[in-house]
């Protein structure tokens, strides 16, 4: 054969590869066509067998039970009672607003008492409590920020003219709270919520009014309150306790966050505006009132939602009477109800002075004589009307430091340090570590022992 003039191929020339690249992809798409033909073989089962979970009669009686009313769909369905997600118990400090005043939460529990605004403007009564709490295991203040008139008691800038109103700048605040942390005496203000007279003066149309007479009701006391329901009224309160974090207190306490006592009496005598609670208004006798529960409930929850910026405790008072008659027809009235309560707050502090008790309550046929009894006898009401709670509520209740001459002779007593004592001690042995003491004055009883170590009956009153 002559090779003289055949043509060869070079080994580089892009024909031969490209011909060669085609045989291997068609090599690797049969190869990857059966590895998946055999994987998409079908595969069988044996599968466990079904049985019933309920037998026939069973069935049939659960039937006929539907047909007559007495069950629902949910029959046995047991709903968890703790949230699915909670709040972690700390959280960074860069997260919160920084109002430039440091003071820790106190580690062995809050032990305070309450200063009035004139005990503030006396600088020899403030130099000494300062001095005293220093000596003793007292380790904070209770401060009015709104008074029980609804003055606004320090400066605070707003752009709302109500909040304006009501500002009376008597106390520069901001200095009382440097001496504080100074001092390491953990600050609490008290916002007077629902019983406020400059407010209702000012926009009666938030407050209530005679049906008769058109003219401002007053209760017995000729206390002026504003009217729960409204959330202007909400908003108003919670600007003022921003302020007050913004100051740089570190719990925000609502009092009198209630609707007034009686109210359930003499409420269809009055005329005022439920907003969207009226959808939860029923004549049952058993729920009736219902309304008003929710409304200070949800305050609490939304007035906690506002102030969680501001990493500050959120605390209430409450009459300590609420835990032990649970949903009477007088809790429903004022609008508070215990448990619920708790379950939007961080502190709970129930007003439970033993001059406050009726005579025979509990048992006790002068609880004013029977301080130890009377703390003793009523935490075991809130041990109870706490137990479902789910969320992680601090007690920190309010103690009698004072001497209620109001009373019969016979049914009551002069308090000082013993009597003082013995309810701290009733707190104790129920695993109460927080308190707080009132006295109108600001004259507290010396020679406490505000921290007591109980060993055996020791301290038994």
Known sequence: ?????TKLHSINSPKLWSGVLLVVISL??????SQGSSENQTTY????AVTNKYSEEEIVDFNSRINRGQTNRYEGLVIRNTPLLQKPSELPSALFYDSGID?????????????????????????????????????AVVIDFKDDYGQIIPQIESDNPLV????????????????????????????VTFKDYMLANLRPDVSFTDVETGELWSADTGSLFINPFSQEV?????????????????????????????????????????????????????????ERVMAITDFLEYARDQLAPYGVQVSADVFGYTAVAGDAPDVRGIGQNFSQM????????????????????????YPDLNPFDAIDEYMYSEDQALADVSNPIVTRPWLQDFTAWYKIPGTFQEYGADQVQAQIVALKQHGVH???????????SEGVDYAPEITGNEFYY
């Not at 600007?239 to 209630?258: L, N």
Request: charged residues 25%.
């Open 45 to 48: 089962y044996n599968l466990p």
């Open 434 to 444: 927080e308190f707080l003491l009132w006295n109108a004055s600001g004259d507290y």
């Open 164 to 191: 304006e109103n009501s500002v009376v700048g008597l106390v520069d605040l901001q200095e009382k709270l440097k001496i504080f942390e100074e001092k390491g005496i953990y600050p609490i203000a008290r916002i």
């Open 234 to 290: 909400w908003d108003y309160n919670i600007e003022v306790a921003i302020a007050a974090a913004k100051m740089g207190f570190k719990d925000i306490q609502f009092d009198y966050v209630r609707f007034p006592e009686g109210f359930h009496d003499f409420a269809d005598t009055l005329e005022y505006d439920i907003g969207d609670y009226a959808s939860y208004v029923t004549e049952d006798e058993e729920t009736e009132g219902g």
């Open 28 to 33: 690797f798409l049969t190869a990857c066509n």
């Open 342 to 365: 708790a379950e939007h707050l961080d502190v709970i502090s129930s007003m439970i002075y033993p001059s406050h008790w009726d005579n025979g309550f509990f048992g006790i046929d």
């Open 103 to 139: 003071i820790p939460y106190p580690e062995e529990g809050v032990k305070g008492l309450y200063i009035t605004t004139d005990n503030l403007l006396d600088d020899e009564y403030f130099n000494y409590i300062i001095d005293y709490i220093d000596q003793t295991a007292l380790n």
């Open 1 to 5: 054969m002559n090779f003289k003039n």
